[in-house]
């Protein structure tokens, strides 16, 4: 009885066998080995991080100082919307980031929120806003209804920022506080309008690389 058993079992180990073989043959590219490429929101802490700047802090921030900023007399009680010019951020820091995504960041989320009680000014386009008003003047392009073209607008105020760091580094990990501090300034008298500012500190035992 046990010789019949194994003699119908080698038949059917290697069909078995084959059909792996055959699976395997054409599975095509093989997944590589690790962890997979994971989607996070980008408000959450993933299991790549360090103790620096993180895509969390950025919204947490970028959340905070638009909301402030709605809040103040000067936006909030305004006959007119008024008119806001970024100017960079000082990155003051030991990390290498892109310093002006925070303003990028508090800019579409006030744009988002504000309904059209703020107005930001596109002072990067200014070469091909002034080549276009001289074509507009030249009667080179079509111009707008009102023969006299007007000037640009002007800042009532300017939006910056100051990154700021404390770093402590010993055989036990690296710590890092970081402050992030925002004014508005009235562009006729140069008085800060408005401040605020969010702290954080971290720790962990192995530092990260920025760029």
Sequence with gaps: ??????????????????????????????????????????????????????????????????????????????????????????NQTRFPINKDIFLTRIRVQLNSKAQGRVMFLDRTQMAALEQERNLKRQGTVTASADPNLQEFKGADYFLTGTLQGISTRTAAGTSDYILYAFRLTDARTSAIVWEDSAEMKKQGLEDAAYR
């Design 1 to 90: 009885m046990k010789l019949l058993l194994s003699r119908i079992s080698i038949p059917i180990c290697g069909a078995a066998l084959a059909a792996l073989v055959v699976g395997c043959a054409s599975s095509g590219v093989k997944n590589p080995s690790g962890v997979p490429v994971t989607h996070m929101n980008a408000d959450e802490q993933g299991f790549v991080a360090g103790t620096g700047m993180e895509s969390q802090d950025l919204v947490m921030v970028a959340d905070k100082m638009s909301r402030s900023i709605l809040g103040i007399p000067q936006i909030a009680h305004a006959a007119t919307p008024p008119t806001i010019v970024l100017n960079p951020v000082d």
